[in-house]
Protein backbone atom coordinates (compact mmCIF):
# COMPACT_ATOMS: atom_id res chain seq x y z
CA UNK A 1 0.00 0.00 0.00
CA UNK A 2 3.04 2.74 0.62
CA UNK A 3 4.39 1.61 -2.14
CA UNK A 4 1.37 2.06 -4.17
CA UNK A 5 0.66 4.79 -3.25
CA UNK A 6 4.03 6.75 -4.01
CA UNK A 7 3.58 5.49 -7.30
CA UNK A 8 0.12 6.42 -7.82
CA UNK A 9 1.23 9.82 -6.71
CA UNK A 10 3.85 9.72 -9.22
CA UNK A 11 2.08 8.74 -12.09
CA UNK A 12 -0.80 11.93 -11.31
CA UNK A 13 2.42 14.27 -11.37
CA UNK A 14 3.01 13.29 -14.49
CA UNK A 15 -0.45 12.81 -16.21
CA UNK A 16 -3.23 13.66 -14.16
CA UNK A 17 -4.68 17.10 -11.48
CA UNK A 18 -4.84 15.15 -8.57
CA UNK A 19 -5.16 11.91 -6.58
CA UNK A 20 -8.20 10.84 -4.43
CA UNK A 21 -7.27 8.38 -2.19
CA UNK A 22 -10.28 5.85 -1.53
CA UNK A 23 -11.37 2.89 -0.26
CA UNK A 24 -14.15 0.95 -1.63
CA UNK A 25 -16.77 -0.20 1.17
CA UNK A 26 -15.29 0.65 4.76
CA UNK A 27 -13.02 0.78 6.42
CA UNK A 28 -10.82 3.70 4.82
CA UNK A 29 -7.82 2.12 6.98
CA UNK A 30 -7.79 0.71 10.06
CA UNK A 31 -3.94 0.84 10.27
CA UNK A 32 -0.81 -0.88 10.22
CA UNK A 33 0.48 -4.55 9.67
CA UNK A 34 1.09 -5.53 13.52
CA UNK A 35 1.62 -9.27 12.54
CA UNK A 36 4.09 -7.96 10.66
CA UNK A 37 5.67 -5.90 12.63
CA UNK A 38 5.66 -8.33 15.48
CA UNK A 39 7.26 -10.52 13.16
CA UNK A 40 10.25 -8.37 12.19
CA UNK A 41 10.60 -7.23 16.53
CA UNK A 42 10.85 -11.07 17.34
CA UNK A 43 12.90 -12.03 14.39
CA UNK A 44 14.91 -9.23 15.64
CA UNK A 45 15.61 -7.60 12.09
CA UNK A 46 15.13 -3.96 14.01
CA UNK A 47 16.66 -2.45 10.75
CA UNK A 48 13.95 -3.64 8.68
CA UNK A 49 11.23 -2.79 10.98
CA UNK A 50 13.08 0.64 11.04
CA UNK A 51 12.86 0.85 7.62
CA UNK A 52 9.33 0.29 7.54
CA UNK A 53 8.57 3.23 9.52
CA UNK A 54 10.93 5.53 7.73
CA UNK A 55 9.00 4.12 4.40
CA UNK A 56 5.69 5.30 6.63
CA UNK A 57 6.86 8.67 6.83
CA UNK A 58 7.84 8.97 2.98
CA UNK A 59 4.58 8.46 2.00
CA UNK A 60 3.05 10.76 4.40
CA UNK A 61 5.73 13.31 3.23
CA UNK A 62 4.50 12.00 -0.36
CA UNK A 63 1.11 13.12 0.05
CA UNK A 64 1.66 15.82 1.86
CA UNK A 65 4.20 17.50 -0.76
CA UNK A 66 3.01 16.18 -3.94
CA UNK A 67 2.67 18.32 -7.26
CA UNK A 68 -0.58 17.45 -7.68
CA UNK A 69 -3.53 17.82 -4.40
CA UNK A 70 -3.89 14.34 -2.83
CA UNK A 71 -7.53 14.32 -0.98
CA UNK A 72 -8.38 11.74 1.53
CA UNK A 73 -12.17 10.46 1.09
CA UNK A 74 -12.69 8.87 4.96
CA UNK A 75 -16.00 6.54 5.48
CA UNK A 76 -15.92 4.33 8.55
CA UNK A 77 -12.62 3.51 10.50
CA UNK A 78 -9.58 5.69 10.11
CA UNK A 79 -7.18 4.71 12.51
CA UNK A 80 -3.25 4.81 13.15
CA UNK A 81 -1.63 5.32 9.71
CA UNK A 82 -5.10 5.46 7.91
CA UNK A 83 -5.66 8.79 9.99
CA UNK A 84 -2.35 9.86 9.27
CA UNK A 85 -2.58 9.68 5.83
CA UNK A 86 -5.55 11.89 5.57
CA UNK A 87 -3.88 14.23 8.10
CA UNK A 88 -1.52 14.84 5.44
CA UNK A 89 -3.69 15.03 2.57
CA UNK A 90 -4.37 18.44 1.16
CA UNK A 91 -7.96 17.60 2.04
CA UNK A 92 -9.85 15.34 4.13
CA UNK A 93 -13.57 14.78 2.41
CA UNK A 94 -15.21 12.29 5.26
CA UNK A 95 -18.26 11.09 5.73
CA UNK A 96 -20.24 12.16 8.94
CA UNK A 97 -19.79 8.81 10.22
CA UNK A 98 -15.76 7.93 9.94
CA UNK A 99 -14.29 7.54 13.30
CA UNK A 100 -10.94 8.95 13.27
CA UNK A 101 -8.25 8.27 15.53
CA UNK A 102 -4.38 8.17 16.78
CA UNK A 103 -4.57 4.42 18.91
CA UNK A 104 -1.18 3.45 18.54
CA UNK A 105 -0.74 4.07 22.45
CA UNK A 106 -3.42 1.66 22.73
CA UNK A 107 -0.66 -1.17 21.99
CA UNK A 108 2.21 0.31 23.68
CA UNK A 109 3.46 2.44 20.78
CA UNK A 110 2.96 6.64 19.19
CA UNK A 111 1.72 7.71 15.78
CA UNK A 112 5.24 7.52 13.52
CA UNK A 113 3.72 7.75 10.00
CA UNK A 114 4.16 11.59 10.63
CA UNK A 115 1.09 12.05 12.46
CA UNK A 116 2.98 13.43 15.77
CA UNK A 117 5.38 15.42 13.30
CA UNK A 118 2.16 17.26 11.54
CA UNK A 119 0.68 18.35 14.94
CA UNK A 120 3.46 19.78 16.24
CA UNK A 121 3.72 21.48 12.37
CA UNK A 122 -0.04 22.90 13.30
CA UNK A 123 1.03 23.34 16.94
CA UNK A 124 3.27 26.30 16.02
CA UNK A 125 0.96 27.37 12.57
CA UNK A 126 -2.00 27.77 15.28
CA UNK A 127 0.21 29.82 17.79
CA UNK A 128 3.97 30.29 16.75
CA UNK A 129 4.85 32.13 20.07
CA UNK A 130 2.86 29.54 22.20
CA UNK A 131 2.80 26.24 20.79
CA UNK A 132 2.18 24.39 23.91
CA UNK A 133 -1.75 25.74 24.25
CA UNK A 134 -2.71 24.30 21.03
CA UNK A 135 -1.19 21.14 22.07
CA UNK A 136 -3.03 20.82 25.36
CA UNK A 137 -6.14 19.13 23.88
CA UNK A 138 -4.49 17.11 21.09
CA UNK A 139 -2.12 15.74 23.69
CA UNK A 140 -4.67 13.79 25.81
CA UNK A 141 -6.10 12.65 22.11
CA UNK A 142 -3.38 11.01 21.26
CA UNK A 143 -1.99 9.47 24.53
CA UNK A 144 -5.14 7.81 25.59
CA UNK A 145 -5.76 6.76 21.95
CA UNK A 146 -9.46 8.86 21.71
CA UNK A 147 -11.25 7.56 18.92
CA UNK A 148 -13.90 10.23 17.25
CA UNK A 149 -17.48 9.45 17.33
CA UNK A 150 -17.88 11.52 14.12
CA UNK A 151 -15.87 13.20 11.34
CA UNK A 152 -17.44 16.22 13.28
CA UNK A 153 -15.78 15.32 16.71
CA UNK A 154 -12.83 14.70 14.72
CA UNK A 155 -12.58 18.75 13.89
CA UNK A 156 -13.32 19.55 17.32
CA UNK A 157 -10.51 16.87 19.01
CA UNK A 158 -7.84 18.60 16.25
CA UNK A 159 -7.67 15.27 13.77
CA UNK A 160 -9.67 16.97 10.99
CA UNK A 161 -9.02 20.56 9.78
CA UNK A 162 -11.80 23.32 9.60
CA UNK A 163 -11.08 23.22 6.24
CA UNK A 164 -11.80 19.72 5.35
CA UNK A 165 -15.44 18.32 4.79
CA UNK A 166 -17.61 16.75 6.08
CA UNK A 167 -20.42 14.53 3.35
CA UNK A 168 -23.94 13.85 5.54
CA UNK A 169 -24.61 11.37 2.80
CA UNK A 170 -22.09 8.45 2.64
CA UNK A 171 -22.74 7.63 -0.94
CA UNK A 172 -22.01 11.19 -2.41
CA UNK A 173 -18.32 11.01 -0.97
CA UNK A 174 -16.34 9.72 -3.78
CA UNK A 175 -18.20 12.11 -6.08
CA UNK A 176 -17.66 15.19 -3.68
CA UNK A 177 -13.84 14.12 -3.26
CA UNK A 178 -13.19 14.31 -6.71
CA UNK A 179 -14.93 17.60 -7.03
CA UNK A 180 -12.90 18.92 -4.07
CA UNK A 181 -9.66 17.77 -5.71
CA UNK A 182 -10.67 18.90 -8.83
CA UNK A 183 -11.47 22.66 -7.48
CA UNK A 184 -8.00 22.37 -5.81
CA UNK A 185 -6.11 21.62 -8.85
CA UNK A 186 -8.16 24.28 -11.17
CA UNK A 187 -7.73 27.16 -8.53
CA UNK A 188 -3.50 26.92 -8.71
CA UNK A 189 -3.09 24.60 -5.67
CA UNK A 190 0.22 24.52 -4.44
CA UNK A 191 2.04 22.43 -1.93
CA UNK A 192 3.68 23.61 1.36
CA UNK A 193 6.72 23.90 1.29
CA UNK A 194 8.89 22.26 3.75
CA UNK A 195 8.71 24.07 7.19
CA UNK A 196 12.28 24.76 8.53
CA UNK A 197 11.78 26.96 11.27
CA UNK A 198 9.04 25.57 13.44
CA UNK A 199 8.93 26.90 17.14
CA UNK A 200 8.60 24.43 19.52
CA UNK A 201 7.02 23.83 22.90
CA UNK A 202 10.34 22.00 24.46
CA UNK A 203 11.33 20.32 27.45
CA UNK A 204 9.20 22.70 29.74
CA UNK A 205 6.18 21.90 27.44
CA UNK A 206 7.27 17.97 27.91
CA UNK A 207 7.94 18.67 31.71
CA UNK A 208 4.49 20.42 32.17
CA UNK A 209 2.46 17.35 30.53
CA UNK A 210 4.71 14.53 32.81
CA UNK A 211 3.35 16.65 35.70
CA UNK A 212 0.24 15.90 34.60
CA UNK A 213 1.05 12.08 33.91
CA UNK A 214 2.17 12.24 37.56
CA UNK A 215 -1.50 12.82 38.90
CA UNK A 216 -3.06 10.50 36.38
CA UNK A 217 -0.73 7.31 37.30
CA UNK A 218 -0.57 8.36 41.64
CA UNK A 219 -4.18 8.39 41.02
CA UNK A 220 -4.19 4.84 39.15
CA UNK A 221 -5.55 6.01 36.26
CA UNK A 222 -2.46 5.10 34.54
CA UNK A 223 0.22 2.14 34.26
CA UNK A 224 3.92 2.92 34.55
CA UNK A 225 4.02 1.72 30.83
CA UNK A 226 1.09 3.88 30.17
CA UNK A 227 3.23 7.03 31.58
CA UNK A 228 6.22 6.02 29.55
CA UNK A 229 4.48 6.14 26.42
CA UNK A 230 2.54 9.24 26.82
CA UNK A 231 6.16 10.68 27.91
CA UNK A 232 7.06 10.03 24.26
CA UNK A 233 4.37 11.34 23.04
CA UNK A 234 4.80 14.53 24.70
CA UNK A 235 8.87 14.99 24.06
CA UNK A 236 8.20 14.07 20.42
CA UNK A 237 5.33 17.06 20.25
CA UNK A 238 7.18 19.25 21.97
CA UNK A 239 10.21 18.83 19.98
CA UNK A 240 12.40 17.07 22.25
CA UNK A 241 14.93 18.16 24.79
CA UNK A 242 15.71 21.30 23.70
CA UNK A 243 14.82 25.28 24.92
CA UNK A 244 11.17 26.01 24.46
CA UNK A 245 10.56 28.20 21.30
CA UNK A 246 13.68 26.42 19.52
CA UNK A 247 13.22 26.37 15.94
CA UNK A 248 13.38 23.08 14.08
CA UNK A 249 12.49 21.78 10.81
CA UNK A 250 10.35 18.88 10.36
CA UNK A 251 12.84 16.31 9.52
CA UNK A 252 14.05 16.69 12.93
CA UNK A 253 10.11 15.90 14.30
CA UNK A 254 10.23 13.06 11.82
CA UNK A 255 13.52 11.79 13.75
CA UNK A 256 12.69 12.10 16.91
CA UNK A 257 9.01 10.21 16.05
CA UNK A 258 10.88 7.60 14.65
CA UNK A 259 13.27 7.56 17.30
CA UNK A 260 10.72 6.96 20.18
CA UNK A 261 8.33 4.50 18.21
CA UNK A 262 11.34 1.90 17.14
CA UNK A 263 12.62 2.25 21.05
CA UNK A 264 9.20 1.56 22.25
CA UNK A 265 8.65 -1.46 19.97
CA UNK A 266 11.64 -2.97 21.22
CA UNK A 267 10.28 -2.98 25.06
CA UNK A 268 8.83 -6.17 26.17
CA UNK A 269 5.57 -4.90 27.35
CA UNK A 270 5.00 -3.20 23.95
CA UNK A 271 5.32 -6.26 22.68
CA UNK A 272 2.98 -8.32 24.95
CA UNK A 273 0.90 -5.24 24.32
CA UNK A 274 0.59 -6.07 20.14
CA UNK A 275 0.47 -9.87 21.27
CA UNK A 276 -2.72 -9.63 23.13
CA UNK A 277 -3.99 -6.66 21.13
CA UNK A 278 -3.78 -9.29 17.41
CA UNK A 279 -5.10 -12.20 19.38
CA UNK A 280 -7.56 -10.68 21.66
CA UNK A 281 -8.64 -8.34 19.72
CA UNK A 282 -8.84 -6.31 22.77
CA UNK A 283 -6.16 -3.30 24.19
CA UNK A 284 -3.67 -5.02 27.33
CA UNK A 285 -3.07 -2.68 30.02
CA UNK A 286 0.09 -3.68 31.22
Known sequence: VLDGIQHAIGVAEEQLKAVVIWQTGEPFSAGADLKG????LQAGKIDDFRKMVENFQRTSMRIKHS???????VRGLALGGGCE??????????AL???????EAGVGLLPAGGGLHELAVRAAQTNPTDPFEALKKIFETVAMAK???SALEAKQSGLLRDSDVVVFNAYELLYVAKQVALSLAESGWRAPLY???IPVAGDVGTATFKASLANLQAGYFASEHDVAIATRIADTLCGGAIERGSLVDEEWLLDLERKHFVELAQT??????????MTTG????N
Do not use: D, N, W
Not at 67 to 73: E, F, G, K, M
Not at 97 to 103: K, P, R, T, W
Open 37 to 40: ALGL
Open 67 to 73: LVPVVSA
Open 85 to 94: FQMHSARTVA
Open 97 to 103: ESYIGLV
Open 147 to 149: VSG
Open 195 to 197: ART
Open 268 to 277: EKTQARIAHT
Open 282 to 285: KPLR
